[in-house]
């Protein structure tokens, strides 16, 4: 019997192990003919030689995989275990030099983690629109939020300009006190708290300011040719159809738009439906506009919020079966 020992001091051992060893179960099914102990910073392999190469040449490339996006999900910890294909692997070696979005306060580096963030940066560069849709915490509108900062950086355009429909206010601010940035900031802060993530305080402090980048409302859109400049509406499920499509004709000469938002939380009125998945629809043959549904296996936030996620799903199922039914 042959024993190995891998490092994980490069990479978070929790990360590599999982919440309870969920994880290291995972690599242990895959093996079954390896005793794989976990010690600290280490596995150890104990076995065949043919056995703990082959675990080794997997468990390398997740430790790859963990180095360059700080998160490993179950999901794709089994399908980087499964895929014996060269594509597979190069799928999750191959290494883009560009992969960094932009650098923030203090060298922090923000950039796209999961695949299809990943896919999303790619689309970006084919793409004037995108179409991001998914559930809260997979990092659609933060990476968004990048892409904008990055342009803006390599003076690819002149302008950020980030906006939500205000619905909880049902676009109607002025009963609310203070002057209108009082008024909206509660309903704009999460993208505040993304350009905090990227950009040094006074520098941002500067840009607004000077309006090169501008945080607004939906509302205040219209009538706007927006040149030069990338263009975030975030939270479209929120947004009517009428109010897309003058989102969407707002775009003028080297313009992008990243369109985010959530199917299953539209806060609109009952009265009133989201233009979103109208857009998506009507819009998704045309050449410079891609859609991407990032899922829970993006997700980044806290562990539980995937697994929030998938319970409200499995309920939203369970309670279309019982209709239908």
Same mark, same amino acid.
């Given at each position: 019997?042959?024993?190995?020992?891998?490092?994980?001091?490069?990479?978070?051992?929790?990360?590599?192990? *999982?919440?309870?060893? =969920? +994880?290291?179960?995972? !690599?242990?099914?895959? $093996?079954?003919?390896?005793?794989?102990?976990?010690? =600290?910073?280490?596995?150890?392999?104990?076995?065949?030689? %043919?056995?703990?190469?082959?675990?080794?040449?997997?468990?390398?490339?997740?430790?790859?995989?963990?180095?360059?996006? *700080?998160?490993?999900?179950?999901?794709?910890? %089994?399908?980087?275990?499964?895929?014996?294909?060269?594509?597979?692997?190069?799928? $999750?070696? %191959?290494?883009?030099?560009?992969?960094?979005?932009? $650098? *923030?306060?203090?060298?922090?580096?923000?950039?796209?983690?999961?695949?299809?963030? +990943? +896919?999303?940066?790619?689309?970006? %560069?084919?793409?004037?629109?995108?179409?991001?849709? =998914?559930?809260?915490?997979?990092?659609?509108?933060?990476?968004?939020?990048?892409?904008?900062?990055?342009?803006?950086?390599?003076?690819?355009?002149?302008?950020?300009?980030?906006?939500?429909?205000?619905?909880?206010? *049902?676009?109607?601010?002025?009963? !609310?006190?203070?002057?209108?940035?009082?008024?909206?900031?509660?309903?704009?802060?999460?993208?505040?708290?993304?350009?905090?993530?990227?950009?040094?305080?006074?520098?941002?402090?500067?840009?607004?300011?000077?309006?090169?980048?501008?945080?607004?409302?939906?509302?205040?859109?219209?009538?706007?040719?927006?040149?030069?400049?990338?263009?975030?509406?975030?939270?479209?499920?929120?947004?009517?159809?009428?109010?897309? +499509?003058? $989102?969407?004709?707002?775009?003028?000469?080297?313009?992008?738009?990243?369109?985010?938002?959530? !199917?299953?939380?539209?806060?609109?009125?009952?009265?009133?439906?989201?233009?979103?998945?109208?857009?998506?629809?009507?819009?998704?043959?045309?050449?410079?506009?891609?859609?991407?549904?990032?899922?829970?296996?993006?997700?980044?936030?806290?562990?539980?919020?995937?697994?929030?996620?998938?319970?409200?799903?499995?309920?939203?199922?369970?309670?279309?079966?019982?209709?239908?039914?």
């Amino acid at each position: 019997m042959t024993e190995t020992i891998i490092n994980l001091e490069s990479v978070n051992p929790l990360e590599f192990f *999982g919440v309870n060893n =969920g +994880k290291l179960d995972i !690599l242990k099914k895959k $093996f079954p003919l390896l005793k794989i102990l976990s010690r =600290g910073t280490q596995i150890k392999l104990s076995g065949s030689p %043919e056995q703990i190469e082959s675990a080794k040449e997997k468990i390398e490339l997740l430790i790859q995989y963990l180095e360059r996006n *700080g998160h490993v999900s179950e999901n794709y910890f %089994e399908q980087i275990l499964g895929g014996d294909d060269q594509e597979t692997v190069d799928h $999750f070696t %191959e290494r883009n030099p560009n992969e960094v979005l932009v $650098f *923030g306060p203090n060298g922090k580096s923000v950039r796209a983690r999961t695949a299809n963030q +990943k +896919k999303m940066v790619q689309m970006s %560069e084919k793409n004037d629109i995108i179409f991001a849709i =998914g559930p809260a915490g997979t990092g659609k509108t933060y990476t968004a939020v990048a892409l904008a900062v990055r342009a803006l950086k390599n003076k690819m355009v002149k302008k950020i300009i980030l906006t939500r429909p205000a619905v909880e206010a *049902g676009e109607s601010l002025g009963f !609310l006190p203070g002057d209108l940035k009082e008024k909206i900031d509660p309903y704009l802060r999460p993208l505040y708290d993304a350009l905090d993530d990227m950009i040094p305080a006074d520098k941002l402090g500067y840009y607004m300011s000077t309006r090169v980048i501008e945080i607004a409302p939906l509302a205040y859109m219209r009538g706007r040719t927006l040149d030069n400049a990338y263009i975030i509406l975030d939270e479209a499920q929120n947004a009517t159809d009428l109010q897309i +499509k003058m $989102f969407l004709t707002r775009i003028g000469a080297n313009a992008k738009a990243i369109i985010t938002g959530d !199917l299953s939380q539209v806060d609109l009125p009952k009265n009133q439906r989201s233009g979103l998945d109208k857009a998506i629809r009507i819009l998704k043959n045309i050449d410079g506009i891609a859609h991407i549904e990032l899922d829970e296996e993006d997700v980044v936030r806290h562990r539980l919020v995937k697994a929030i996620i998938r319970a409200y799903d499995k309920e939203k199922d369970r309670e279309g079966y019982n209709n239908n039914g």
